[in-house]
């Protein structure tokens, strides 16, 4: 697999942050760049990270597969995460996780048939005084998703193009 | 991303946890609105005026890095992140005329469950952590540092970041800070999703670009930290706290809080309660106090509280009631202040269920490196769910006592410790509940949700 020059650049500013001799500690940033262009890691693109970093692609798929947020495989186009933590679980968590595989007809970890969506309950998200919360994409975080937010939430993104 | 559709709506907007004047006191918190987290506004709230005094380019003749290390030992500064360790203490370790590269790290690694001030920190005053890594850096000797922030909250590091790029282009990172000596650089790290990467061992490895697996200690991080160097490692908050320390002086600090218990902590105020958000109030103030600042109980009379995150043992409402919030306080109820994240719970809970969630958690986010830990949680958590199932058996409840022990005190790190207390907290303060349950094959209390 071959990067773009501009996937390149920005491998390069997070490499830059560290000491020269210490590369791979760019590893995580490069890998969230890649799922965030691609959609998930696959082995191809963890071996070409690891040839970028100079690592053993041994070690880079340590890293893909011991945090919790790479998408070791392909996901929906949108990957809803939904906190079911306790803090979470005492403000209907459960139940807007439930909401959202019902609505969506997908089982928790799940992807809809369109590809459109994949629904995965997560652990604590760090924001649990907006409980409920769900994070979009890994990046976007939403907050106090009550019933009815829910449902603008999914009608937003099932309107959505592209 | 979710690309072009605009998804802002569901965004909070920091009014309910953050902008609701309901603070006492505040210095890290204070004057915040949501829109004036950028350099310009951060300077006009007195921000960098602390660096600028340390290194003398206020007017006066500036501080010694002893001389800052000695004002933070007399605030009487705690590490907010959990341990409560004092921070000048901590600082005193560094081994400053060490040869070489020394590094520091604060660890924005929020994951423990119902904690999310460092979150506000950083979305609303990012300044603050800035100038007050600057300052330890100086007083430690460190040019380097990094700023290690969950992944989940990957809007805030984006916002770190501009944050970082506006000190540098001011003059308040880089070479010869405000045109002084010291030359310090701070970058952003994220993670991506590991709870025990809030460890901080388990945070170099991560930096280092490997699993998130805690070292053993000794040696400490001290003197073998990050890349082998010697390394300090502290809370958002705790950095958070240093500017207003070397504006107004250690004294004043530890004035407006308790012996012991210098200054404000914020508190994360989450679960059944009527208006969940952060609170930064002083140390030593009485929980009653904090629960109404919360807006009070939701949906029934107050049954236990979890004062400390997930992580620290429960107390039923009677005990808490009669807490102030400080380490000391906490710790002679039986419990421990943590991350200052307050798990409220109502009289509708069912504690089989509540001790089930938290034991997948640590099921979950085990590392797997010791077997105490790798297997216990295991244990923990199919024994409960057993019993939440209606399959228990009375001798459960000895089991569930001897596996949480055997956890304890025998793992690298304390996320193991983290997974037994909450269990035998649960069962020495609620084990009428767990009996009924096994007994009846249903809950004791009538769940609202």
Known sequence: MNFSDATLARFAKEVAKYPADQKQSA?????????????????????????????????VHEVTSFYNMYNQHAVGRFKLNVCTNLPCQLRNGQKALEQVCQRLGVEPYGTTADGRFTVQPCECLGACADAPVMLVNDREMLSFMTPERLDELLDTLQKAQG | MAGTIDLSKFKAKGQ????????????????????????SDYVARGGYAALS????????????????????????LRGRGGAGFPTGLKWSFMPRQFPGPKYLVCNSDEGE????????????????????????????????????????????????????????????????????????????????????????????????GKKGQPRFKPPFPASFGLYG???TINNTETFAAVPWIIRNGGQAYLDCGKPNNGGTKIYSVVGDVNAPGNFEVPLGTPFPELLALAGGVKGGALKAVIPGGSSAPVLPAALMMDCTMDYDSIAKAGSMLGSGAVIVMNDSRCMVKSLLRLDYFYMHESCGQCTPCREGTGWLWRIVDRIEHGKGRLEDLELLDSVAGNIKGHTICALGDAAAMPVQAMLKHFRDEFMYHIEHKTCLVKQSA
């Open chain 2, 16 to 39: 309910e946890t953050c902008f609701h004047g309901r603070h006492i006191a505040p210095q890290i918190y204070a004057g915040l609105d949501g829109s004036n987290w950028r350099l």
């Open chain 2, 229 to 231: 160097k010697p390394t």
């Open chain 1, 27 to 59: 590893v995580m940033a490069c890998l969230a760049i890649v799922q965030h262009e691609q959609g998930h890691v696959s082995s191809e693109a963890e071996e070409a990270v690891a040839a970028y970093l100079g690592m053993p692609p041994i070690a």
């Open chain 2, 113 to 208: 469950p119902g904690t999310c001030k460092d979150r506000d920190i950083l979305r609303y005053n990012p300044h603050i952590v800035i100038e007050g890594m600057a300052i330890a850096a100086y007083a430690m000797g460190v040019k380097t540092a990094y700023n290690y922030i969950h992944g989940e909250i990957f809007e805030v590091y984006q916002r770190f970041e501009e944050a970082l790029d506006e000190a540098r282009a001011a003059g308040f990172l880089g070479e010869h800070v405000l045109g002084s000596d010291f030359s310090f650089q701070l970058h952003a790290h994220h993670g991506f999703g590991a709870y025990i990467c809030g460890e901080e061992t388990a945070l170099l490895e991560s930096i280092e």
């Open chain 2, 53 to 76: 005094k340390v290194l003398g380019k206020d007017g006066g003749s500036g501080l010694t890095p002893d001389e800052v290390i000695a004002e933070v030992k007399a605030s009487g």
